[in-house]
């Protein structure tokens, strides 16, 4: 079956621009997490959905960054005046239901965001 | 202090190899363990749960120690296709996340 697909793949912006990147969780799943992973480091969680509920959004960095998923599937990341610190690859992830330790979390390919 | 920490790394090893990964985590209440393969532009996958009884999957064995808050990863029989980055992972106290260590590579040559 399909796994979680993120679009764009790469994505390069200006100082200052502002992009949305998009994640299609594997059908079904209720829980929704976004996570960046810069150069040499593991990901870092930026949020967590449960259907269209964000219940942490703790990890977000700044107040530029933004996360929504509406409907409770597809979900968007915006990140407003994107700044060079802001590159890196964001990744997408889902599960089944329940909390992050509770199922599988499968991950999305990522977007590689480069700002110049 | 980071939360989770992992040895530093590149590990480089003959095939056949055994070669152990370690890995220590800050927070007393996390409940969930794992160990993730990332392969070079991929994204993480799951490796395996990690349990306080210990856990194995075929050359793959994995340990817990609550009370050190310690975990492991021990690979037998290196074979050149585990050449990857291991990620050491644990959830947060909310269970909202998964903390991820900075990795370890890993890379076997014949």
């Known amino acids: 079956g399909a796994g979680v697909s993120q679009s764009p793949r790469y994505k390069v912006a200006k100082r200052g621009q502002d992009v949305a990147l998009r994640c299609d969780p594997i059908?079904?799943?209720?829980?929704l997490f976004w996570y960046q992973q810069a150069l040499g480091q593991g990901p870092e969680f930026l949020t967590y959905f449960q259907n269209e509920a964000q219940l942490d959004k703790s990890g977000l960095p700044s107040d530029r960054f933004f996360a929504e998923r509406p409907e409770g599937s597809v979900s968007t990341l915006k990140i407003q005046r994107t700044q060079q610190e802001d590159s890196a690859v964001y990744l997408c992830?889902?599960?089944?239901?329940?909390?992050?330790?509770?199922?599988?979390?499968?991950f999305g390919p990522g977007t590689r965001l480069l700002v110049l | 202090r980071k939360e989770v920490e992992q040895d530093p790394g590149p590990f480089n090893v003959p095939e056949g190899a055994t070669v152990a990964f370690n890995c220590t985590y800050s927070n007393s209440a996390s409940q969930s363990f794992f160990w993730y393969r990332q392969d070079c532009r991929k994204e993480p996958k799951l490796l395996m749960s990690v349990y306080s009884s210990g856990n194995e999957d075929g050359r793959f064995t994995a340990q817990l120690n609550r009370a050190s808050q310690y975990i492991s990863l021990l690979i037998r029989d290196s074979k050149l296709s585990d050449s990857a980055t291991y990620l050491c992972v644990v959830d947060n106290q909310a269970g909202t996340a998964l903390i991820f260590g900075k990795g370890t590579t890993l890379s076997v040559s014949s």
């Open positions: 059908s079904g799943h209720v829980s």
């Open positions: 992830a889902s599960s089944l239901a329940g909390l992050a330790g509770q199922e599988t979390q499968y």
